[in-house]
């Protein structure tokens, strides 16, 4: 017996081998290339020789195409959960509701009694299918345990906790059931290094008829009080029903990280892609998640490449890695007390547009004002700092020190001499840091901007390089540090205006000197949290994927382990996106500042209504004009802008 079936890539794994122990021959295309010619073609050929055909249609229009062709002498199931798509089977409906049932349920043995019913179907027997094997909606799953745990006291007496601190995972019913555990457990045995983990599976939405609780119901019965931080790898997370989900993260409280798992990409095609993710899972893994207030949302897994549709994914493990180590710095950031908690604030330049001039731009917010009160509120609540007492204090301090980058007027000696270094970072050191970048982004850096720590290329020196070591340039309140972002890549002193093009070139790496400054704030300062500070620096813009970043994309490289806040404008929702899917940015919105023509009040008003007499005066009457003469030099004193304008 041979089946044609076209389904959902979760069907995939399962079906194959229900077949397998069954003896079935099954032809298996996966539904989410139905709107490819040469895959339908395939599969219509598929049919040909087939004794009935399996469909678990999608909303795809590509199926109205697909339909016509299908063969109609030998039997058509068609299944899933939406029942509208139950109409294109050609056998009864209860039949068809049997199969779905089989697939709803899940689990191997569950689709080893779908293939033998369908084989009664093909065959033409009226035989009452079997009845689908129970398996549970719900439970605390572990790799080193054959069963999962019904609640959370079952799950501890058999995993104790080892740890001061814990971290909730979540991840869909179908994988638990259907095998597809690879992620999953790479990410238990990564997390069990450093924290304990209770890692839940359900049905995010629920389903009152199987007797389902949905996913925020569970996660709230098994993590509240116990956890310091969610995995969820459920793209929706509540259910249908807002009274019975209420607002679970506002509810546990806790930062959620959503690593995504990109279905139908292998690895490989993932590193190559510039966008990342496909359209269709960037609809549906990141934009609904960061909807729910989903956080970080990194690749963790692709489809296992096989040269055949297997529905089975495998870890990044690089990724893996950065995700877990980004949880672990969020749980050091929780456990830390406010004393010994260190704070790295980055301000906003534009090169080319006078770099002195614009050190903390951002639109809508005087952000050195809210650096020295943040910093101030700081000090209230227990952080070891010394704040400034406002942000003209923060400026002129600064520039004082000339904590800048290089320009046109400012020499990389004169910001040492100035006192503006925060360190000087010596060449082994960076070539230690240098030495941990894949090899790719090692050869794009040193074609852009030689080899560590920098070398002249095409006439633009190194990047703040002074004897040999890389300037990290900032100002240092105690455990909180200000610092301007790093060098983008302009030519310092030599600068032709030619920045803005580098700014945001998609090919141009960033300097050595960006690197180092981030890293030296992870590793050497030691930051427990990066606060990007107004809209918008360049972090998000260097080059790399549009989301779903690897370790070849420079703001992953950048950003590194670092817990990122960025305060940001609330009416630019499009950049902000960009900065949370590219540089792992919890977004700190402000709102939009209140502006109205100002006008001119008091003496600057009255001075004005002279000058417009006077210029009047000029011609038809020089007494007059010269009276005024001394009225405007009078109130302009009054105004206070003498010394301005030297009258």
Known sequence: MKVAAMVWG???????????????????????????????????????????????????????DLIPRLRTDIPVVSFGHNQDFWSLSTIPIKYVAAVSAYMTHGGEENYCRMIRFLRKIAEG?????????????????????????????????????????????????????????????????????????????????????LGARPGPVVARENFSGEV???????????????????????????????????????????????????????????????????IEMLAVGTEIETGEETGMHEPIPDRIERICRRAEAWLKLQAKSPKERKVAFILHNKPCSSVEATVGAGAHLDTLESVARIIQVMKQEGYTVDPPSSGKELIDRIMEKRAISDFRWTSVGSIVRCGGALDLVDEKTYREWFSE???????????????????????????????????VTGVSYGNAVVCVQPKRGCAGARCDGEACRILHDPEIPPTHQYLATYRWLERVFG?????????????????????????????????????????????????????????????????????????????????????????????????????????????????????????
């Open 10 to 64: 979760s069907d995939i794994p399962l079906l194959d081998a229900g077949a397998r122990r069954e003896g079935v021959h099954i032809d298996i295309t996966g539904v989410h290339n139905v709107d490819d010619p040469e895959v339908q073609d395939r599969f219509l050929r598929s049919q040909e020789d087939a004794d009935l055909i399996l469909l678990h249609p999608s909303h795809d229009p590509a199926w109205d």
């Open 527 to 647: 930051a427990d949290v990066i606060v990007h500070v107004g809209t918008h620096g360049n972090l998000e813009f260097l080059p790399g994927k549009s989301a779903a970043p690897s370790n070849r994309c420079f703001p992953d490289i950048a950003i590194g382990t670092i817990p990122h806040l960025y305060i940001y404008n609330a009416d630019n929702p499009p950049e902000g996106t960009i900065a949370k899917r590219r540089a792992c940015a919890t977004l700190v919105n402000h709102m939009q500042t209140v502006m109205q023509a100002s006008g001119l009040y008091g003496a600057l008003k009255d001075l004005e209504k002279l000058l417009e007499e006077y210029t009047r005066a000029q011609e038809s009457d020089p007494a007059r004009a010269h009276t005024l003469e001394h009225l405007i030099i009078d109130s302009v004193e009054e105004g206070g802008i003498g010394e301005e304008t030297d009258l």
């Open 228 to 294: 310091s931080l969610i995995i969820n790898l459920q793209p929706v997370f509540r259910s249908s029903n807002s009274e019975v989900s209420g607002d679970i993260f506002s509810d546990l409280n806790v930062p959620v990280m959503h690593p995504i798992l990109l279905y139908h990409k292998t690895r490989q095609e993932w590193l190559d892609s510039p966008l990342g993710p496909s359209a269709m899972e960037i609809g549906w893994s990141i934009a609904l998640p960061e909807m729910q207030g989903m």
């Open 125 to 209: 027997e009226d035989a009452e299918p079997e009845a689908p094997l129970p398996m549970p909606w719900e439970g605390i799953y572990h790799p080193d345990s054959p069963e999962p745990f019904p609640d959370r006291n079952a799950y501890y007496s058999n995993h104790p906790r080892r740890h001061t601190q814990s971290i909730g995972i979540v991840f869909s019913r179908t994988y638990w059931a259907n095998g597809d555990r690879g992620i999953v457990d790479a990410l238990i045995r990564r997390i069990e290094q450093f924290a304990d983990v209770i890692p839940i599976f359900c049905l995010s939405g629920g389903d009152v008829d």
């Open 437 to 471: 970048l894949e090899p790719s982004v090692q050869k794009r850096l040193e074609e852009s901007w030689g080899r560590p720590p920098g070398e002249e290329m095409e006439g633009v020196p190194a990047a703040m390089v002074h004897d040999g070591k890389i300037v």
